[in-house]
């Protein structure tokens, strides 16, 4: 079997690509732990100046796996979805995706806290949190009123309409939208590897402090949709939306 999160290294370039094409790269409690711990690992280690997040230039990733949150759902701060995106929202070296195709629920969610997004004009981005009986997680109902303003975020997160990465990145959820999924992906990894030549202490203190003011709110506002997206889960709401997906397939 093959691994669901490819690692490859290049030079001080990490890059960490989703590889579960059969279920459009959904991720399993088992893919987050690999991703949290990779995350750790390049955030400790001196010699990677950047980490690229990509899945392939048709899928980025469907969320996560539907069966896991029915089976095994998260129930702490400390379930593997919450310790993957600590470790994105702790990680000091500038994070990158190349999003092409469906990036749904925690696909989209995640972008919010990378440095720099390339997604295709077509992607299609989504977060049907409540259309699956759950509400906004990491700090979404935070960042999005205040980068689209209350009532164009309603349409996203309340309605859990989908848009297209050409809209993401007139919106400032994404840094560019190209002309194709391999466009995208390719100019994800050109400009991961532009952190070769940049000073690893200056990008990393530039970082931090554009991170800084906010870190505090954010923090609190992610534990309160922790808490609350966890409830969700048991909630009969949830749980027939989520056994729906199931049975339909
Ligand atoms: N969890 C588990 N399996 C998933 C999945 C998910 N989040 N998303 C897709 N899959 C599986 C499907 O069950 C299907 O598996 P099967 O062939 O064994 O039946 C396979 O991936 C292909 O999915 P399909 O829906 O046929 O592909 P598509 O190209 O028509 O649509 C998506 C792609 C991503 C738009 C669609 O699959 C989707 O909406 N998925 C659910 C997304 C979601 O709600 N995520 C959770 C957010 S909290």
Redesign the pocket.
Same mark, same amino acid.
């Given at each position: 079997m093959t691994d669901a999160i490819v690692l490859q290294r290049d030079r001080g370039l990490l890059i960490l690509q989703f590889n579960r094409p $059969?279920?459009?790269n959904?991720l399993t409690r088992a893919m987050y732990h690999q991703l949290a711990a990779a995350l750790e690992q390049a955030d400790a280690d001196n010699t990677v100046n950047a980490v690229l997040i990509q899945g392939s230039s048709e899928c980025f990733t469907? !969320?996560? $796996? @539907? !069966?896991d949150?029915l089976q095994q759902p998260p129930t702490d701060l400390d379930s593997p979805p919450f310790l993957f995106m600590k470790s994105l929202l702790n990680c000091r070296k500038p994070v990158i995706a190349g999003v092409a195709g469906?990036a749904? !629920? @925690?696909g989209t969610t995640l972008l919010l806290h990378c440095d720099l997004v390339y997604v295709s004009r077509d992607a +299609?981005l989504r977060m049907?949190?409540v259309n699956?009986g759950?509400c906004p997680e990491f700090g979404s109902s935070l960042i999005l009123p205040r980068l689209l303003g209350h009532a164009k975020a309603a349409e996203l997160l309340l309605l859990g309409e989908g848009f297209s990465g050409e809209q993401a990145a007139q919106w400032g959820i994404a840094t560019q939208a190209l002309d194709s999924g391999e466009a995208a992906l390719a100019k994800a990894r050109e400009v991961a590897e532009r952190f070769e030549t940049l000073a690893p202490g200056a990008v990393q203190i530039s970082k931090q402090l554009m991170k800084s003011v906010d870190r505090e709110q954010l923090r609190q506002v992610i534990e309160e949709e922790g808490a609350l997206f966890t409830q969700r889960l048991r909630s009969p709401e949830a749980i027939a939306a989520l056994s729906g997906?199931i049975a339909r +397939?």
């Open positions: $059969d279920k459009k959904a469907a !969320g996560n $796996d @539907i !069966g949150f469906a749904v !629920g @925690i +299609r049907p949190f699956l759950l997906f +397939r």
